[in-house]
């Protein structure tokens, strides 16, 4: 039997549990599979953690310094575990430096400096491996970047929030209301530590661009993503959309057309029978459109302990094997691309418009007038009366650009008393 390969711990939560629970429950076939030993040597933890029992149960020692890993000749493989940016970048930075690979899970420093640290990596001449920062328990990265290494990507979809899933489904299949579906989702564990970037959509923008970057080789900046929650949605449109055949999710798309990128994040109405509505509570899924395979999706836990750790010792095992075959310090994804933003007027799709109008004649000669004048097209238009004096009127627009769109709302505040409640964009031809 080989030597071990040793792994430092930077974090011991909920996933660097995960990791120590996966290398022992798995430990056969995972030494069967490297040809040795892979153990966690040493976990970083602040000094008031209370982590001596799980020590004790994993053979581990507890360190309060980042040197006690980093300069420990026997550690090959650093894992960080803690999220949030810093101290996470700094460490994993310095641990590169010292000639660690890396493996982390950690989406929001990845989306934010991966580019940073891929090129200090690839420097360094070491592996950085990240699979557990998107949909943690679908091996979605690696797919991309192996399996679909020959295919040409056009489309990424991803219901890649659980927290804003789980909200979604309960708000449709039992009309539970927004504060107590976010409520219900934090009590189970998988909403951020600050649910904003749940609920806001930048946990789904991370992704995003971290799947821009293995689908299209592009990177492309968290300001470059267009980013809508699901925050004050209402049950009503939710119902609404439901009547007129559609799913609301919360979608992150990354779309390439004529070389050039969109990515975004939003509410979107999804057809009843695409794939992606029947992706339910917290679960997560990615959906990938390409000219060699077609249409695939990718389906699985996004978040949790064991499926989160699962992805880190896959990515642990391929470190090893490339240190074994002596072939470290590729990047996870070696596709790169000039990065190329759609403009607006090339960003095409249908639209949800909700509005309330004074329940008069002649407001809805109003609204046609507008969306004849933009030159775009009404596919379905449902009115009901909310009050005596109002009426809610809920309209599936043809395909239009974004620039449209834009001056269709802005018609609507110049030129009517009309109220735009709400607009998403819908799936679809
Ligand atoms: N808060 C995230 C979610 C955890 O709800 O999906 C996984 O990134």
Redesign the pocket.
């Known amino acids: 039997m080989e030597k071990p390969v040793k792994v430092g711990l930077l974090g011991l939560g909920v996933v660097g549990t995960g990791v120590l629970e996966i290398l022992a429950d798995h430990q056969e076939k995972i030494e069967k599979s490297i040809g040795c030993p892979l153990t966690v040597a040493k976990a970083l933890v602040r000094p008031t953690e209370d982590k001596e029992n799980l020590a004790k149960k994993y053979n581990l020692q507890l360190v309060h310094e980042l040197t006690d890993i980093i300069e420990d000749p026997e550690i090959d493989i650093v894992v960080e575990v803690m999220g949030r940016i810093e101290p996470a970048k700094t460490f994993i930075s310095e641990a590169l430096k010292a000639g660690k690979h890396v493996v982390t899970a950690n989406?929001d420093l990845l989306a934010q400096h991966g580019s940073e640290l891929a090129s200090l990596a690839h420097e360094q001449k070491r592996n950085l491996y990240y699979e557990a920062?998107v949909?943690?328990g679908i091996p979605i990265l690696r797919t991309i970047a192996n399996s679909l290494a020959a295919d040409d990507i056009q489309e990424v979809l991803g219901i890649?929030?659980?927290?804003?899933?789980?909200m979604l489904t309960k708000m449709v299949t039992e009309q539970m209301d927004y504060d107590t579906a976010l409520k219900q989702?934090q009590e189970l564990g998988?909403?951020?530590s600050d649910?904003t970037?749940?609920v806001d959509g930048i946990?789904?923008a991370y992704?995003m661009v971290i799947l821009s970057k293995f689908a299209f080789g592009m990177t492309i900046t968290m300001d470059q993503v267009k980013v809508k929650g699901i925050r004050g949605l209402s049950g009503k449109d939710v119902t609404a959309a439901d009547q007129l055949g559609y799913t609301v999710k919360l979608i992150g798309s990354t779309v390439k057309k004529n070389g050039s990128i969109a990515a975004e994040v939003g509410p979107v109405l999804v057809p009843s029978d695409h794939p992606l509505a029947s992706i339910h509570n917290?679960f997560?899924a990615v959906f990938v459109k390409s000219s060699g395979i077609g249409e695939s999706m990718y389906y699985g836990p996004?978040?949790g302990s064991r499926p989160?750790a699962t992805s880190i010792v896959a990515d642990l095992m391929t470190i090893v094997n490339k240190i074994q075959l002596g072939t470290i310090g590729h990047r996870f994804s070696e596709y790169t691309q000039p990065t190329q933003l759609t403009p607006p007027e090339e960003i095409v799709s249908k639209y949800f418009l909700s509005l309330k109008m004074p329940d008069e004649t002649g407001q809805f000669l109003q609204l046609a007038e507008i969306m004849a004048n933009a030159g775009a097209g009404l596919e379905q238009v449902v009115q009901e009366k909310a009050t005596v004096e109002n009426a809610r009127v809920v309209v599936i627009t043809h395909k239009m650009s974004e620039t449209t769109m834009s001056q269709i709302q802005k018609d609507i505040a110049e030129k009517t008393n009309f109220e735009l409640l709400s607009t998403m964009k819908v799936m679809g031809e």
């Open positions: 989406k920062s949909a943690g890649v929030n659980g927290t804003t899933n789980y989702a998988f909403a951020e649910p970037n749940d946990d789904a992704k917290e997560n996004g978040a989160t």
